[in-house]
């Protein structure tokens, strides 16, 4: 029960766009959300407007003004606000397309129109301590950056704040500054979730050296699971921001090419950090199969020291109640004392086999 | 038996065309159809004729119109009606001899005056749920598509359909465009396959750890020997894509071209799962291969606590089952009792013991 | 005996050619014929002329003719002549050299007064079911073609027919055509080794599964070293056949070039099978390891329950084998009776023990 | 508690720096020390001058004279004074930023108004054995190298040795020189460390054939861990000093530039050792687990040589100790003589049996 | 004891050079000789001068004649006359550095003004069997070559006697042909490693089938030792030949280059029939993990098979050895002979079904 639960989540609805024309908007997706709110947040260095709307329409006007423009929509449920807003930023239907693909790897384009379509990844845990990829997508025209989410699990809230401080850089910079922020705060994300991961990967590595148990090889297996799914996120994501740090794009200042330089220093330790992981969980994964061995050793030396001593013991007292009529030890007065005499020797004999064999 | 049929099977019979010319059409599959019928679909934005041929002349006549004409040749086995079409176009004979060729790996190549001929490959699973491999091939030149296909499973009706809607994208486009959606249909196929492909890995990781059997390898063998056949299908296909959309083959347009670059996503998408899915069945091989020494391990254990708790009694058993004249103990009044209560000792000494070794 | 013998033969005898100056011609190989024959091939499309020489002289002497020449020399233990033939088409003599170095790998080089020098391998099993790899060497110059073979196991039959008869293609062409031809009859001929391969990798595989023996890794080991002796041949004459397709040599028409790009077609095929092959075998590997293990775990566990089951009872009953006096139990009317029941008792609760365990 | 200790240092505290806005410097390290001391040697081939500052005004004053000025500064903990220094020689905020992010990986940068900026690692094992990661970066602008660095561990000696040499090569070169010099330093450090571990694995190895203990794999897995971080740095260091090689720095004149090649040459031998190092851990681990079932193979013939000899000769013995009536045997002379010859025989024969099989 | 010693010369002396700087020559290698002996052969197409010199002076007064030059010095102990020759040709003193730096990987460099410096690696068993790399460095300027070498092991024999022959090849080509020659002979020499190398592991693979033990694995891990040296020296080696062979050196004639195109393809053999080694030994610890479980497995069953065999058995005459009053079937005639003939039957059902589980 639990499992086809597990399951129903694990497979991705990919079906569901099969056979249907390129540029069906087609949410695959399973988070559902009743209402549509447009965050539009509109500024100068001078100051910040900030409203909600219910409409496209009503966030399509602030794009015209001379300010900064950043429009943030929640809900990748709501095809046809996002188709409509797309549009007003000429957007081809085939990256509307790509925008509710919950499924699309992280990529970067252009519009036909001049201005960037960026799709990235952020990760986190849920509270059921399960890795989620949460898809977004960004698109920088002119002055306006629109972001899509396809949750409120908000790592956006960063921006707002620094956009609402009167002395945020990011109030004296350009749209194409706001683009870099709003990635930064993302890929800023992946470093709380690889430190998360390492403190598993610790916690395991004395698990196994202080308890190993049966299962460990099951949460090996599901760190591993993980790791595939960040570097899955995360090698294309380098090839986004290394595109906009190389890449002569005329929206792009020299000088916020700077910060995407930085940003790209940042996706290589990602990088670099979980191929660590990688190679750990690899070793985690002969240490496990070493102690399996090791224990079965441990084991299979107890029944053998038991048994190398008792048996040939079990062999003399066998013969020794052995019912033939003509049996001359029998009637010795000391043979019984005897016998134990050699049991005995035979006994210490083989603890020194087994000592010198350094079994015991 | 079964055995040497699945052989027979798997085995192409390539050995066919080994010392034959270059050029000498040799159709080295297994599928045996008996009727031609060469499909004619011809259509403008205004309207669609649609004609079930059955000679090669009928199907050619309908090149020289203005409309967009799609030719589907159903069936390798006619190698004649296929080299007589293939001629019409302009297709050299070592092309004509890829196309009934079905070991051939996907590729693209030029038209000897003007036009593109594809290779690829559709893959579905059969009633047996063997996955197969079909052969396609696509000729484009000017407004003409010509198709090839070795099996009539069908993933093209979704073409039929939208080729009959009038006021469907591919109606008003050319056929550069039902050039891409044919290949679109195929590749979007591969989704499915991979969808099934997920649900076997996964019922197979849940059997590993409900329910490990001796013939789960078997199993994963198998999976990863599906694996490497859609790998093998995939990485030529990228190529394939990756030069429509970047080349600048004249007779494609920078519109279709953003739909092959869309295409070329899909096609990442599917070789970075097909990936997954074969570091998963590499961490299922190992989950298997630990499940398999722990269960020894198990059996060990059991094993040992039995022979080293009962072992030694029965030596103590033996000993006062010996027939010696002289051994006092046995004319003890409480000598029995004494025995026992040291044999009890000795079984929770050993019940202590293994509980402490984490064995019980 | 048998295994020094085998020995002798796989060692290279490299150690011939040390401190050799280089261009010094030594063949290296084992296969020592007494007769030298020079088959000659003179056609135009008009007419063929055949004679097998005995001396360079003769050979050379249809050389300067119009029409296409093919020359073809058996055993390289002929190394003056293979010298003399050289010369006059203008081969360098390190060229020479590799000619009769049997060890050399696949290449290809200009000539240096014009012209194209090729070593390829041709791969056959012997009669003892060997992998055999022979040294072949090319000579493509104006309208002449000159084949050095180590051996005269025949590939080239097929060759002599095609220009014996007079509609054939390639009585048509010029020699650059013959290259190709004497090159995809070698080729051709990995396709069949391919498939006597996979043939035994499956007879192995239902081995592995329907008759697990000892010596089957032994078999995998050898069909290892098999495939690594293929890729070592396949994968330096992919860049030979790869060169003559993509570079522009003046000799070569475009025309031809057509059929080289067929055949690096065909080389990747080659590469893709020799890739799935190794692949498989690791997965046998794999498979007969865990056969293995399971196997052991088998022998364990009717061992385990054995003497799980009897170790027991023989204590209960060497309980009652004791002689002390004072045994109450002995005495009862019933005594013998309750034993049997109470071990019965055991014995059934073992039972259902493993049942549960699902060891039974 | 040792365990949790260990931990605490392993996790490095990159939360820290999450959320932040670009530019902050954060010193994510945990070497805290109190007082600021910068070192400046400002030297002409005539003389040195060397000053400990305890203001960054002091040091600044060196920077505008003729002579080459080092300046050193200890302790990443002093942020507000490093960005003082820094932005002294046009440093851009987030190359400030990194002075202080020990987590960062090495890397070379252009300084926004001429000179270089440089980050590379020292690597030395502490009092406590472990490999300890210090973050070193460099500035090279017009005749100034300012260095600084996370500890005072101090591999700078020799740079200040050789300043304060009047005939020394670094006295009569430009500063280009002295970031070569400081480089040098560093990496020549690296072979000690590689010393010092190919030791580690020399005395593992030698532990594993003389005498293998349970705990070798947690050594093994250690070494691995240290040579994985050794890799971390070392790959990019490659790349920071191959691009002083190749590059045309206007500011490094061709003079040094040879020397920067040199150092490259270096890092390669560094390179070449690790990974030397890596497959002998590797085949060490192979080694390790062939020994382990080496032993265990030994302990169950022990088990197998004991059981199958006594437990038949115990059977036999249990024979003659049934009280049957009629058992003919028991009443014989010399039945009780017999019974040990037959089983000195059975004896005998188990003995010839394992030593045909050399278990003996 | 033995062990330090081998200890002893594994670890190079790389401490020895830490902290000195750049360019000062250290030799670390461990081959100290006592006499300097500068050989000298001076040579024209008419004839040739040969002395052996005891000081630089005489050798160096060779250099400004119109012959061609070749100066080889053995022994790297004699850094002073190094330095001194190394000059006289133009060295830098990083390129002396390396000369004596026996633990330098193969590399090629311009001398400053003019001319070629290449340091390449020896390889021979010594008496004990062990595999010595020997540091070779060669000068090329003009009509010189200079050639230092770490010990008179000859492998240089070959050239003297060629320079000695007056019809030699050498004699009538310049010192750019000397310089290949010189290669060449030292590339010659890796054949016979191979041979060696490829005779250890054949001896090894039929030890492992014939006559497995313990120690393999040892031996195993010694060979894949030694395929590491090799490839270390091998691979950068292949870099410096072929940059021989596709750089324009002015100094390097068209015709020599041919040469070393020649000795490309003998380093690229080198390279494939090392890789072709390592997995080989691959195999061979795969085959022997699985004898060892094989081995196991059969232990296992022995022990098996008689366990199961006489518990049952033991159990049964344990009944009849039971001392109650009421035992029935004592008393019966028979009973003695029921009990052998039930113990018969069940010997032989178990034999049976040893049989048909295949394990007798
Ligand atoms: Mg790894
Ligand atoms: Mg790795
Ligand atoms: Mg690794
Ligand atoms: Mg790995
Ligand atoms: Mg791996
Ligand atoms: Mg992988
Ligand atoms: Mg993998
Ligand atoms: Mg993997
Ligand atoms: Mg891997
Ligand atoms: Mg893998
Ligand atoms: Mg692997
Ligand atoms: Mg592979
Ligand atoms: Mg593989
Ligand atoms: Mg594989
Ligand atoms: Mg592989
Ligand atoms: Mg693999
Ligand atoms: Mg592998
Ligand atoms: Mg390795
Ligand atoms: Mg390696
Ligand atoms: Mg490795
Ligand atoms: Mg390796
Ligand atoms: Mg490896
Ligand atoms: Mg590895
Ligand atoms: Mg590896
Ligand atoms: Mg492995
Ligand atoms: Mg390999
Ligand atoms: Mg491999
Ligand atoms: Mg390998
Ligand atoms: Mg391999
Ligand atoms: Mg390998
Ligand atoms: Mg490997």
């Known amino acids: 029960m639990a499992t086809s ?18 540029g069906t908007m087609t949410y695959v997706g399973n988070k559902e959300s009743s209402e549509l709110i447009i965050e539009v947040y509109n500024y100068t260095p001078e100051g910040v407007t900030h409203k909600d709307c219910t409409t496209v329409e009503d966030a399509v006007a602030f794009l015209a003004t001379d300010a900064v423009t950043w429009v943030n929509l929640n809900g990748l449920f709501h095809v046809k606000a996002i188709e409509e807003l797309g549009k007003s930023v000429g957007m081809h239907p085939l990256q509307l397309e790509d925008v509710v693909n919950v499924n699309h790897r992280p990529k970067i384009e252009e519009l036909t129109k001049g201005g960037l379509f960026v799709i990235l990844k952020m990760l986190y845990y849920n509270e059921a301590n399960e890795l989620i990829i949460e898809h977004i997508s960004l698109v920088f025209k002119d002055n306006t950056v629109i972001s899509f989410q396809e949750d409120d699990k908000d790592v956006f809230d960063i921006i707002r704040q620094r956009i609402k401080e009167p002395r945020g850089v990011i109030r004296n910079k350009q749209a194409d ?16 979730i690889l430190e998360t991961l390492g403190d598993k ?52 200042s020299d000088d916020t090419q700077k910060y995407f330089r930085d940003l790209y220093d940042h996706t290589i330790q990602v990088i670099e950090t979980i191929e660590t992981y990688r190679d750990m969980l690899w070793g985690l994964m002969d240490m496990y199969m070493s102690s399996v061995s ?4 441990n084991v299979m030396k107890v029944l053998t020291i038991i048994a190398t001593i008792f048996i040939p013991l079990t062999f003399i007292v066998g013969v020794y109640g052995m019912n033939f009529e003509n049996m001359p030890e029998l009637h010795y007065q000391n043979g019984y004392y005897i016998v134990w005499i050699v049991m005995l020797v035979i006994f210490l004999a083989m603890l020194y086999y087994f000592k010198r064999k350094k079994w015991l």
């Open 201 to 252: 990967i610790e916690v395991l590595e004395d698990q196994l050296i202080y308890n190993p148990t049966d299962n460990l090889v099951g949460e090996i297996q599901q760190l591993k699971r993980e790791v595939l799914k960040i570097r899955r996120s995360i090698y294309p994501l380098r090839e986004v921001v290394g595109n906009l740090e190389k890449a002569e794009h005329p929206s792009i």
């Open 177 to 192: 500054y706001l683009l870099f922020a709003i990635m930064d705060a993302v890929i800023d994300h992946y470093f709380l």
């Open 5 to 22: 639960k597990k399951r129903a989540k694990r497979i991705s609805k990919s079906h569901k766009k099969v056979g249907l024309p390129p």
């Open 294 to 297: 090791n224990k079965m050793n």
